[in-house]
């Protein structure tokens, strides 16, 4: 298992830009598949992007897509979430998700399918 750590939330204009980082600690962070989750007030914990323990494929929320990136540095045991035109409705707690993954190219895109959670660090986006 490994711990996970999300930083990099805050408070930001509509139209601007954050990125957040999730670093895992514990045990290697490479042999997992890595997801970015999001909850906002009264909805349900909804997938924002996920990567292969490659790195090589992804998936994107169709909210996301085009604005948001994820990537990951296996050398550094860390996955990123660049996040661009932020819109109000971006606003949630977000979360960084992992699983041992036996696969290289296992992308995951559903909140049971996980078994490591971070923290959650606060986005909200102004209007």
């Known amino acids: 298992q490994v711990q996970l750590v999300e930083s990099g939330g805050g408070l930001v204009q509509a139209g601007g830009s954050l990125r957040l980082s999730c670093d895992a600690s514990?045990?290697?962070?490479?042999?997992?598949?890595m997801g970015w989750f999001r909850q906002a007030p009264g909805k349900e914990r909804e997938v924002v992007a996920a990567?292969?323990?490659?790195?090589?494929?992804?998936y994107y929320g169709d909210s996301v897509k085009g604005r948001f990136t994820i990537s990951r540095d296996n050398a550094k045991n860390t996955v990123f979430l660049q996040m661009s035109s932020l819109k109000p409705e971006d606003t949630a707690v977000y979360y960084c998700?992992?699983?041992?993954?036996?696969?290289?190219?296992?992308?995951?895109?559903?909140?049971?399918?996980?078994?490591?959670w971070g923290q959650g660090t606060q986005v909200t986006v102004s209007s």
């Open positions: 990567i292969s323990r490659s790195g090589g494929y992804t």
């Open positions: 998700a992992g699983k041992y993954t036996s696969r290289s190219y296992y992308v995951l895109r559903e909140v049971y399918e996980y078994d490591n």
């Open positions: 514990g045990r290697s962070g490479s042999i997992y598949a």
